[in-house]
């Protein structure tokens, strides 16, 4: 059985489409699949979609969360309802195609256990968002040295992969990141990501760059070393400050006055207060961590058989 997860958030109006274009792609192999639905504390009539869906012969699970969650939770639930081999991922906006399918399979049965699909180019975006998104990759690359450049969500795993994911014990996830991390045999097929016809995408910028920095935080101390970096270079700049005031003053073209000393103290204050900052959020995701909380609350479950 092949199992296709799909997080859904305020996505009724897309819903039917992929559906269609699902059955279309497996054609006879639809007999052997099973959809699980994450529907990931919509405020639209997107559970109703799901429950009122034409399936034909295709299995459909629904998971309805309490609340919005975010995509990793969302991910997480679906993989752990999913009992197919393999586990295909992928967004219900109708970005990720599912034309991509049977190829994605074909490559899993050549002996891939990771089958990311890849993007060739990126759709027409806003200059901010591809500077940010840029800098967010070299920045990740850099700290964990994995490269997640053109890295979507729409993959392929391996029943093995799978259960290597859910036996993490870590909370705070990154899935494009943690299934770079396991570096299980791959492959990659490029794609062109479709337009979105209808609707606006709910990731803003606050959203982008929060979810951009809990990425890096949870899976690099790079930051933590960037602060003792930037410790030591404090250290280096104050000696050499400490030898030239001392040169002026014995050399007797020291000028009275305190800018020197009020300048370094805002500079110091300020490099304390944001590594304070930093080491904040390290701290908070320990929290997060021991508090053991459930990655999602269920709200509503619900099975449709093939007919």
């Known amino acids: 059985m092949i199992s296709l997860v799909i997080p859904l958030h305020n996505e009724s109006r897309f819903f039917d489409t992929l559906i269609k274009d699902i059955k279309e792609a497996l054609g006879e192999q639809q007999d052997e699949l099973e959809i699980v639905v994450v529907d990931d504390g919509s405020k639209d009539d997107t559970w109703e979609a799901v429950q009122q869906a034409d399936i034909g012969a295709i299995r459909l699970k629904g998971v309805r969360f309490s609340r919005n969650f975010g995509k990793e939770a969302a991910i997480y639930a679906g993989l752990s309802e999913a009992n197919g081999n393999p586990v295909i991922v992928m967004d219900g906006d109708g970005q990720h195609p599912p034309s991509l399918l049977p190829e994605m399979l074909r490559k899993w049965q050549s002996g891939a256990l990771v089958v990311e699909a890849v993007k060739s180019r990126r759709p027409l975006e806003p200059l901010w968002k591809k500077i940010c998104t840029a800098f967010f990759y070299f920045i990740f690359r850099y700290a964990t040295g994995l490269d997640l450049r053109a890295s979507t969500d729409f993959k392929l795993l391996d029943r093995r992969v799978v259960d290597a ?7 705070n996830r990154f899935f494009r990141g943690l299934t770079k991390w396991f ?16 609707g606006e995408t ?3 910028l606050r959203h982008l760059v929060s979810f951009a ?31 030239q005031t001392l040169y002026c003053k014995f050399s007797g073209r020291a000028e009275p006055g305190f800018s020197t000393v009020i300048i370094l103290q805002l500079l110091l204050g300020s490099a304390i207060l944001f590594g304070l900052g930093v080491v ?13 909380r459930p990655l999602y609350v269920v709200l509503e479950r619900f099975e449709k058989q093939a007919r």
């Open 280 to 292: 904040g959020e390290y701290i908070s995701k320990i929290y997060e961590e021991v508090k053991m």
């Open 165 to 171: 994911y859910l036996e993490l014990p870590e909370r």
């Open 183 to 198: 570096n299980f045999p791959s492959a990659a097929i490029l794609f062109e990501p479709a337009q979105r016809t209808t």
């Open 213 to 243: 920095w809990n990425s890096i935080v949870s899976f690099s101390v790079w930051p933590l070393r960037m602060l003792m970096a930037g410790g030591l270079a404090g250290i280096g700049a104050s000696l050499l400050l400490l030898l």
């Open 202 to 204: 709910s990731w803003s």
